[in-house]
């Protein structure tokens, strides 16, 4: 065993980098410090985002304090009389039934889009052969791409007269129209966010199941969606955020009238949300009156709504999204 | 002791004669780390890190110069990664981290002075999966050069020329250079990333498996190529495929979950390996 | 047993399944089908000679000598129409009556002293124009119909026409004889009835027909013309030959609507033909003809929509969405980067993606109400401009809408580009900032454009944010950005809901939305196109 060096190859011209390996010592400031800068300008004009949302919360909380210090919160979250035209002191400003009307509408639209978004979303995951599925799924997006005005304009133009004439309502802009639409365009968010968490349910876990003797429905109401139910839920809430952020479908359909319907189901009468009413209004308003921060207020509040339930649909996306990676 | 289990490798051997360089076949070395003018990259006790899990660990080694350099193992024995540590392409994962020293040409990598552009412009580097950017085959050549502030478009033609010439791709696409890179067959596409890599004029080219996703035609003419590249580079090639490593280097390594098994020159590894682990492998009985 | 009823079940829930989709798909068709058939009509449809009179004097569109002859032709039909018209108003309008033959009279004096005949000869015949002049007012006085028409008959024969043949006490005596023979067959009591019913006739025949050649034109460009379009000509003849009456069958439900022919107002009459004339002469009366006016997505709108299209509100729309892209795509493909290529896993970063989330779920309003209180009121003024609602506030406030979405499509374009291609760059020597901007982004490209082209329509259809933001319904075509400007999406609102004259036009409402609708579908059909290309070429390679 000798140690004679492995290469024997005769040195021959060495091999010479020709381009200095090291960096001088001005070359690492300069690098270091612009690496520095492009990341701080990329930085700062990521942070717009944040910018954006703060400026939003800032103004609209900026705007609905006067009329909070001035007529305090109780009185808006529970009187139902909304007469913000109103002279001087006789103005009032009780937002209880456009809350009301909100909740009617989009709990109304739920009931109508969960149970057939779920469905589908079933069909699409689990039912449909391939080829369907693939015609089925534009024309759903479809669905979520026609604007709300458009929407609006087929709630008041052609549902409403069809509904004052053949169901016998005295309006056909009434809660029960804007519910219908609402739940139209809450499906498609439902059946996307749905079918996702539903396809992300692991083959092993149907095919157990199937293998001990299940139909294909037992398997999926028994397994499949107990399993995938955070990323239902989160469709769902996300779908619910649609509906209550709605504004021109609500504005055009619901006949908007500030009041909570009397008997409470019946959702053939006029209602009034919350987006309509300051769609509505604020055109009409001076700038700095009452009416115009009341409105602000009305802005706060579904600021707040929409924010707990984005919040909300974020910790489901994420615990969904755990899951998904300790089955992987 | 000679055990080659596969037929093949017997003719490679012979064909190819490794023996041109006037290697004494009998000199058996224990260490690798011996010091020596031409080692052009050189490893000290190197570990790579990903996260806490080590790539690599403990890599002591020496590679020459103009000559070609195999490394082998089975998968996910880090061969990738200890190619990739030598141009820092690593750096791209989050979370790496380096111990113990890789120099090339005596300047260690994992210094904080290193210049990076430089390093990379010179260590060269082709993929296992052919990946031609999405531009013509002129701009995909042309791409390493402009870097380096090339604009004169004479110089760059002569350039590409030279290049695809070397990468022996030249005769199959000087009608068309603007032609899409994509366009180009699995194999041509893999040589326009060799001619890619030699446009920054490198003195080391690091192959990692280079051949693994194309047919054995395709596979032959880049093996040619390789021959041909070797008496003006440094090549160090990481193969899944032995009789490959058997054709076409002069030094082969054989790694093993991490480390560095054994090195020795590419005959005496296939013909009488000193460890247990490289016979059983090379001999196909696991890997 | 329970085994059949597992299968029945299994059997139901796939079949609900999948009807459910069905159901959504008809849905759907529900909601774009009846829209998109009326709205069509608004392009294709079958114009009248009204419309090309219409298009040729605003815009000087088609062919002068075949309009000329077309109306010439039509003149003449109507000619007819408006004689039975006049005959008629001859037995009814008295008091015009009398007036013409007093101002006849008159001319009759005038023409002749122009004769310079003798005078007694002159006194004679003026006598005799007098005296007829009287006894025709005591006639178109007179309620009773039998003296009515002996008093004519007399008269008649006292003065025969051919007496003063070419004289305008002719046109009197002719007058009183259509005057008799109306007399004869209407009920002269209910005269006042008559001329109620009749100026009815004449201003809803005007809205079909336009104003009679001659008639001062009205200043409204909407009452200029008559019916343009084939389907309005056949609802305003429908108006003519009924009349609509709303009564209540019973109390607290909708009142319904009952029909009656309006010719029974005029039973027996010399007018009683004329409805069924009016309607077998229609078509010679307007010439319908098939239209391609594919000027509607060009032309600007007269008052209420009436006539002309929405090349404003396109523009518009153009405009708003466009400029708001010019604010939103490069901070968002920016931003994009950043989170995927250089931020780590970190608080800050995490933070920003909860205010891009925050940012995607805030109420389209509310993003109104903020560009109102931001743009509007704190920026404008800042930057040293009028604090007033405008195209450039409006697009700000787009831009931030579409942030997010831009931000979520071009991260995860970015995220789905190939490790090796970042690595074959950076082998080659690139930074990290070239490697993005030469090979990562122009990668990313196809995906980072699909999700452009999403928000691009999505910006296009919004309607609330720009309530107050820079959207307005009616109103100038915008000089500069500094003006507000109609848009699609909130001119399909007002021209359902706020505009009084547009309910008249369905063709024009259906066509804004539908308009806005094919837009935002185009748009959505080139990101579909993308897409399948980039999937289709990532599978091919
Ligand atoms: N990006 C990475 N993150 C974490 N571990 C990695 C990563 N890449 C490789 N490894 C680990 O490092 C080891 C060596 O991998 P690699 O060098 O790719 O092997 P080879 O190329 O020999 O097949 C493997 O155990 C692998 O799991
Ligand atoms: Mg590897």
Redesign the pocket.
């Known amino acids: 065993m000798t140690s004679e060096p492995l290469n024997t190859i005769p040195p021959g011209e060495p091999v010479v980098f020709t381009q200095p390996l090291y960096l001088s010592p001005g070359e690492d400031l300069v690098g270091y410090i612009s690496d520095l800068a492009g990341r701080f300008i990329l930085f700062m004009i990521t942070c717009a985002s944040v910018l954006a949302v703060l400026l939003i919360f800032g103004f609209v909380i900026r705007e609905a304090v006067p009329f909070i210090t001035k007529h305090g919160v109780i009185d808006f979250l529970t009187s139902t009389s909304w007469f913000p035209q109103a002279e001087g002191a006789k103005a009032e400003f009780g937002g209880l039934a456009l809350i009301t009307g909100t909740l009617y509408v989009t709990i109304a639209a739920l009931f109508i889009s969960v149970p057939l978004g779920l469905l589908a979303a079933v069909f699409l995951s689990d039912i449909a052969p391939f080829k369907v599925r693939q015609i089925c799924k534009p024309i759903i997006e479809i669905l979520a791409a026609i604007p709300s005005v458009a929407y609006g304009f087929f709630a008041v133009m052609v549902l409403a007269p069809w509904m004052q004439k053949h169901l016998g309502f005295t309006t056909g802009t009434n809660a029960l129209n804007a519910s219908i639409i609402l739940s139209i365009m809450a499906l498609p968010t439902i059946i996307s966010v749905a079918e996702d968490s539903l396809s992300a349910v692991g083959r092993d876990i149907r095919e157990a199941s199937y293998s001990l003797g299940a139909t294909r429905a037992e398997t999926t109401i028994k397994i499949v969606i107990p399993a995938a139910h955070s990323g239902i839920i989160a469709g769902v809430v996300l779908g619910m955020m649609r509906a209550i952020g709605e504004t021109m479908v609500v504005w055009m359909a619901s006949g908007n009238a500030s009041q909570i319907p009397h008997p409470w189901w019946d959702l053939s009468q006029s209602i009034r949300t919350m987006t309509a009413t300051i769609a509505g209004e604020l055109g009409e308003t001076p700038r700095d009156s009452d009416h115009y921060h009341a409105l602000f207020a009305v802005g706060l509040l579904l600021l707040v709504f929409t924010f707990v339930l984005n919040m909300v649909s974020e910790f489901f996306l994420a615990r969904f999204k755990r899951r998904r990676e300790v089955t992987r | 002791m000679i055990s080659l289990s596969i037929p093949s490798l017997h003719n490679a051997l012979d064909e190819k004669s490794i023996g041109n360089m006037d290697v004494d076949e009998n000199v058996a070395i224990e260490q690798f780390s011996v010091e020596n003018e031409n080692a052009i990259v050189r490893a000290r006790n190197f570990s790579l890190f ?2 806490h ?4 660990k403990d890599i002591t080694l020496d590679i020459y110069s103009r000559a070609v350099t195999a490394i082998i ?12 540590s030598i141009n820092r392409i690593n750096d791209l ?1 989050p979370n ?1 981290h380096a111990e113990g020293t890789l120099e090339v040409s005596g300047h260690d990598v994992y210094d904080k002075r290193i210049n990076l552009v430089n390093l990379r412009q010179q260590v060269g580097m082709v993929f296992q999966k052919h990946n031609p950017f999405a531009k013509s085959i002129y701009d995909n050549i042309a791409y390493g050069p402009r870097l380096t502030g090339m604009r004169k478009k004479s110089e760059l033609n002569d350039l590409v020329e030279e290049c695809l010439r070397g990468a022996a791709l030249w005769d199959e696409v000087k009608e068309d250079l603007n032609r899409s890179a994509l366009a180009l067959s699995g194999g041509q596409q893999q040589r326009l990333c060799i001619a890619r890599a030699l446009a920054t004029r490198p003195k080391i080219l690091l192959m ?2 280079p051949c693994s996703a194309l047919d054995p035609l395709a596979t032959a003419r880049i093996e040619g190529l390789i021959e041909q590249l070797k008496s003006k580079y440094t090549i160090i090639i ?1 193969t899944h495929n032995m009789q490959q490593a058997a054709r076409v280097s002069e030094y082969t390594a054989f ?1 093993c979950l ?1 480390e560095l098994i054994e090195y020795n020159r590419t005959k005496k590894i296939f013909t009488s390996p000193q460890k247990k682990q490289t016979d059983d492998y090379i001999s196909g009985r696991f890997g | 047993m329970s085994m059949m009823l597992r299968k029945i079940t299994d059997k139901s829930f796939t079949g609900l399944a999948g009807f459910s989709v069905v159901l959504i798909i008809m849905a759907l068709a529900v909601v774009l089908g009846p829209m998109i058939w009326i709205g069509a009509t608004a392009v294709v449809f079958k114009g009248t000679v009204e419309f090309r009179e219409l298009q040729y004097d605003l815009h000087q569109r088609g062919d002068r000598g075949r309009l000329k002859s077309e109306t010439s032709e039509v003149e003449k039909v109507r000619k007819k129409i408006y004689a039975q018209i006049d005959q008629f108003k001859r037995g009814i309008d008295t008091e015009s009556l009398v007036a013409e033959s007093r101002k006849k009279y008159r001319e009759y004096k005038i023409f002749l002293k122009s004769q310079n005949l003798p005078d007694e000869q002159c006194d004679k015949l003026e006598d005799n124009a007098k005296e007829i002049r009287n006894t025709l007012a005591d006639v178109y006085d007179s309620t009773d119909k039998d003296t009515i028409i002996k008093t004519l008959d007399e008269l008649f024969a006292a003065y025969p026409a051919k007496q003063f043949e070419h004289t305008p006490v002719a046109e009197m005596l002719a007058a009183a004889h259509d005057y008799q023979t109306v007399a004869r067959t209407i009920d002269l009591s209910n005269r006042e009835k008559y001329a109620e019913s009749l100026a009815e006739v004449q201003e809803r025949l005007t809205k079909l027909l336009g104003p009679r050649p001659g008639e001062d034109k009205p200043a409204l460009i909407m009452e200029q013309y008559g019916a343009t379009r084939w389907d309005v000509a056949q609802k305003q003849l429908k108006m003519i030959l009924w009349i609509e009456d709303w009564e209540e069958t019973e109390p607290g439900k909708p009142m319904t609507k009952k029909l009656t022919p309006r010719s029974n107002q005029f039973a027996g009459t010399t007018l009683e033909s004329f409805f069924k004339n009016l309607e077998t002469d229609l078509p010679n009366l307007l010439k319908p003809q098939r239209e391609f006016y594919w000027q509607y997505f060009i032309d600007d709108s007269t008052e209420g929509y009436y006539y002309g299209g929405v090349g404003p509100e396109i523009i518009g729309t153009l405009l708003f969405t466009v400029m708001g892209m010019l604010f939103a795509v490069p901070i968002g493909i920016i931003s994009a980067s950043y989170l995927v290529e250089y931020a780590g896993d970190n608080i800050i970063v995490r933070t920003i993606r909860i205010c891009v989330n925050t940012l995607a779920g805030v109420p389209s309003i509310v993003f109104g109400l903020f560009g109102l209180v931001f743009f509007v009121k704190v920026l404008m003024p800042a930057l040293g401009y009028e604090s007033k609602p405008c195209i450039l506030t409006g697009s700000m406030t787009l831009a931030i809408l579409i942030l997010p979405v831009i931000i979520r499509a071009s991260e995860e374009a970015i995220r789905s580009v190939p490790l090796t291609y970042k690595e074959a760059s950076l082998a080659l020597g690139a930074g990290k900032f070239r490697t993005l901007v030469k090979v990562t982004l122009p990668a990313a490209l196809p995906g980072i454009l699909t999700g452009i082209i999403l928000s691009l329509s999505r910006a296009a259809g919004e309607t609330a944010p720009l309530l107050f933001a820079g959207a307005i319904a009616v109103g100038p075509i915008p000089e500069s950005i500094l003006e507000p400007s109609r848009v699609l999406s909130y001119g399909s609102y007002d021209i359902a809901v706020g505009d009084r004259y547009a309910s008249m036009v369905p063709h024009k409402q259906f066509g804004m939305v539908v308009t806005l609708i094919m837009l935002v579908l185009c748009l959505n059909i080139v990101a579909f196109v993308i897409r399948s290309r980039v999937s289709r070429n990532l599978r091919g390679q």
Not at chain 2, 53 to 56: D, E, F, K, R, S
Not at chain 2, 76 to 83: E, P, R, V
């Open positions: 990903y996260g899990t080590a790539g690599v193992g089975p998968s996910g024995c880090g061969k990738s990664t200890f190619l990739r994962i790496t990692d498996e990481v790694f991490g």
